[in-house]
């Protein structure tokens, strides 16, 4: 890291927390002439190890990192969990500041969506299905999350980004978006990382009643029993066990579903393609999503 090029006056503990863009723009101006790589890993922030992950990979790949940290109400629906979604900058932007990163962007909603704005970012087809069928979060989710990402790859610039491998799905729809606008960045899909006992880490996580954190881990095991079975070549045998699982832990999923890893075409069985095996459920408070890739 060479950001001694960069005005150091708002460090906070080595790290910056800058909120607007203009403000951001400049800190990485001179990194930029400079030469310096660029990594962002967007988050709506309340981090943990799956967050932290990212930002080590950019801390190893790049000059420069920057972690937002947004909640971001454009992907969040009617009667969601925006208002109560958790939150706790101070400890976000030290646990960024431990795991490398040198600069965290926490814009304001103002700042984000001022007054009159008025253009989307959507992108069609991947975003339709999984977490954005119509009777589920709907694709306006994802079109939430493109138009966000998209104003931070514009703010920030970077080189490459980082995204979990947890929501496969958004992968998908980012490299979507990448491809077809043509931004100049590199996405990095990092894997999920999980709590001991299985169950992948995530900011809901905080939702759970003591009984509901243990009945969670049934997701984790039932994509386990997937990728067990399409070991011995069955794939449909696997969803089925894996159904059995949730059953047996009480919970009825949103959907358990083999699909296409990249197009999200449904799949019946394995055919040398990477798979994406993806659940979403509701356990207790919270809404859990988890996924495996099952690689030919
Ligand atoms: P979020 O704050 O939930 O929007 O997540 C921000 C980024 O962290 C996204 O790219 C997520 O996919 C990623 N992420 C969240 N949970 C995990 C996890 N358990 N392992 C790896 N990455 C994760």
């Not at 950019?58 to 000059?63: L, Q």
């Not at 420069?64 to 969601?80: D, I, M, R, T, Y």
């Not at 101070?90 to 040198?102: E, F, P, V």
């Not at 993806?278 to 495996?292: E, S």
């Amino acid at each position: 890291m060479k950001l001694s090029l960069v005005n150091p006056s708002h460090a906070i503990g080595g790290v910056k927390l800058v909120r607007a863009r203009d403000g951001l723009r400049s800190l990485l101006a001179d990194a930029r002439r400079s030469g310096e790589s660029i990594g962002l890993v967007p988050t709506m922030g309340f981090l943990h190890d799956g967050h932290l992950s990212l930002v080590r990979a950019a801390r190893d790949g790049c000059d420069v990192v920057v972690v937002s940290l947004f909640v971001n109400p454009a992907q969040f629906g009617p009667g969601e969990d925006f208002e109560r979604y958790p939150r706790d900058e101070g400890r976000d932007t030290d646990l960024a500041a431990s795991a490398g990163a040198d600069i965290v962007y926490a814009p304001t909603v103002e700042e984000m969506y001022p007054e009159g704005f008025s253009t989307l970012v959507e992108v069609q087809g991947v975003t339709e299905v999984l977490c954005g069928d119509p009777s589920r979060r709907g694709s306006e989710h994802f079109r939430g999350v493109t138009t966000v990402v998209a104003k931070l790859f514009n703010a920030v610039g970077p080189d490459v980004a980082y995204f979990g491998q947890k929501d496969a799905q958004q992968v998908a729809v980012i490299r979507r978006m990448v491809r077809d606008l043509d931004f100049p960045i590199r996405i990095e899909a990092l894997p999920t990382v999980r709590e001991p006992d299985g169950l992948a880490m995530s900011s809901r996580n905080a939702y759970l009643e003591e009984d509901d954190r243990v009945r969670a881990v049934a997701l984790s095991r039932a994509l386990r029993r997937v990728e067990e079975d399409a070991s011995s070549g069955s794939l449909s045998a696997g969803i089925e066990a894996g159904r059995g699982e949730l059953a047996a832990a009480g919970i009825e999923p949103e959907y358990f579903e083999a699909r296409d890893a990249e197009d999200l075409a449904p799949v019946d069985e394995l055919d040398g393609r990477p798979v994406l095996v993806a659940v979403a459920a509701q356990v207790g408070g919270a809404r859990l999503i988890d996924n495996v890739v099952i690689e030919p």
